[in-house]
């Protein structure tokens, strides 16, 4: 083939990948024209049904669908409306799935007057946190925190305090195994060390998570009546979507090695590990340390097969965002870190918690 011909199929190749490329850049763009277009339109039905707000703000989390993130999200609801403001869960009316990035740059193109997020601490999100500080929209930090970014306040959880709770619970489980012990001489003597799991979510930056486990080895390690008595173990959860979680969680009861207790750091993991344990019929063998309040999970404690769970007062949890934002427009400051209440929910007292549920209900 001569030169010149080289160089012509070279200059129509080069043509045709510009071509595609520009294509693509188009159809990205009128995708997320369109996307910003029915946003704003959901927006403005949203003020015209419920009235003349003063301010507009968006609650972004990384599953919306969740029973803990839509009860933050009704908590702040009720506080924004005590304020003249309206907040909306961000992804809930859009069609499509978008991840918590694509729904920061949706707000921040919109421009709202507040932004409340809850995602993984990447250094994309951080930068989308200073882009939306950048163009004078706040920022509050739900959960997960992002202290080294233009945030103005963080919402969440004394995240030490509850690993220490759930240490507390480990010894409860195996002091109460000992007492069981002790009744036969046979398991006396053959007693085996309690595999003791912590299920971690993949994504290994999230310093919360980090902190409840520092909080749970310090109290079992520090009770030297339980010394020798337990081993704990970090089990990686792939938490890119329900399905992933749940396989990751059933692959546990495959091995010939299965925890004495699963501890779980959220609300996916802990229905997950509770339906595991019963389609495996380890119930009473296997002992569930949970997260979050769920009927689902009362229940399941209610029979015994979820030793304990931790509450998390996400209405309140939700108000701290909503009156974060406000103090920075009324006086600009406000609290660099609101902590919700916690509470532990066991056998002892979860029919207290499911009647109040059966109340809110009839309400």
Known sequence: MSSSKKNLNNKIGRRLLLTILLSFILVVAIFIAMTLLRFNMTRKENLSEVGSYDKYYVMITDNYKSDFWQSVYKGALEEAKKNNTYIDLLGEKLSGNYSSEDLMKIA?????????????????????????????????????????????????????????????????????????????????????????????????????QNLIISGLQETIMGDKTSDSEFSVSLVTVENTNAFSAEESIRDIFLKKEIPDILICLNELNTICAYQAVVDHNKVGEVNILGYHDSDMILKAIDRGVIYATISIDTRQLGEYCVTALSDYYEIGNTNQYYSADVTLINKDNVKNYMKKGEDNQND
């Not at 409860?172 to 085996?192: H, V």
Request: cysteine-free.
């Open 108 to 208: 921040i193109a919109s421009k709202v007057d507040g932004i409340v997020i809850s995602s993984t601490e990447s250094s994309h999100m951080a930068k989308l946190i200073d882009e939306a500080s950048k163009n004078d929209i706040p920022v509050v930090t739900l959960y997960i925190d992002h202290a080294d970014t233009s945030r103005i306040s963080f919402a969440g959880v004394g995240s030490f305090n509850i690993g220490r709770e759930y240490g507390r619970q480990v010894l409860n489980i195996i002091k109460e195994k000992r007492k069981e012990d002790f009744m036969e001489a046979s398991k006396m003597k053959n007693r085996k060390t309690m595999q003791i799991a912590v299920l971690v979510n993949s994504d290994s930056k999230d310093t919360g």
